[in-house]
Nanobody, 128 residues
Framework: QVQLVESGGGLVQPGGSLRLSCAAS????????IGWFRQAPGKEREGVSC????????RYANSVKGRFTISRDNAKNTVYLEMNSLKPEDTAVYYC?????????????????????WGQGTQVTVSS
């Protein structure tokens, strides 16, 4: 079992920045990848980014590439999502996810059903 707790959401103006945190607890965390999904009202859930244990295994959605940065502090079992140059279309509930770090997951990380554990979500609103 893995528990995930997100924090850091809020209201920010367009062009601003936010940093989301995901604190993970449970067993076998070293074998797990961590990712972020988001869902806006009336829209499908979207994979945003993920990070496997090695820094070379990081993925981003095209919609956030160059603006968002994911990082992982293994000592604190925490994953961060630094979001810069935020746009109104980034408004959504952001969910932290976790799953066993397999090659299948790495290849299809954007598929929500492949992730085993989900946090409760944190709201991000980009508006002037």
């Amino acid at each position: 079992q893995v528990q995930l707790v997100e924090s850091g959401g809020g209201l920010v103006q367009p062009g601003g920045s936010l940093r989301l945190s995901c604190a993970a607890s449970g067993s076998d965390l070293g074998r797990h990848a961590i990712g972020w999904f988001r869902q806006a009202p009336g829209k499908e859930r979207e994979g945003v980014s993920c990070i496997f244990r090695g820094a070379s295994r990081i993925r981003y959605a095209n919609s956030v590439k160059g603006r968002f940065t994911i990082s992982r502090d293994n000592a604190k079992n925490t994953v961060y999502l630094e979001m810069n140059s935020l746009k109104p279309e980034d408004t959504a509930v952001y969910y932290c996810v976790s799953g066993l770090a397999t090659s299948d997951l790495l290849g299809s990380w954007y598929v929500g059903r492949l992730w085993d554990y989900w946090g409760q979500g944190t709201q991000v609103t980009v508006s002037s």
